[in-house]
């Protein structure tokens, strides 16, 4: 299975946790809960805040 960005579309995916992935072109943690995408942008402190999705890429 190939996992792709759910932002950048990027194949430059990683795990990070027990489903928890990192993009490394975007710079952006996400998961998979329920069926829906959560998108994490990742602070200076290491810390995850949830990343409002731009209108553009919706």
Request: hydrophobic residues 40%.
């Amino acid at each position: 299975m190939v996992l792709k960005c759910p932002v950048c579309r990027g194949l430059q995916v990683g795990k990070v946790g027990s489903d928890q992935f990192y993009c490394w072109a975007c710079f952006l943690e996400f998961n998979y809960d329920k069926g829906k995408t959560n998108i994490y942008e990742v602070a200076e402190d290491g810390t995850l805040l949830a990343w409002e999705k731009p209108s553009q890429l919706l």
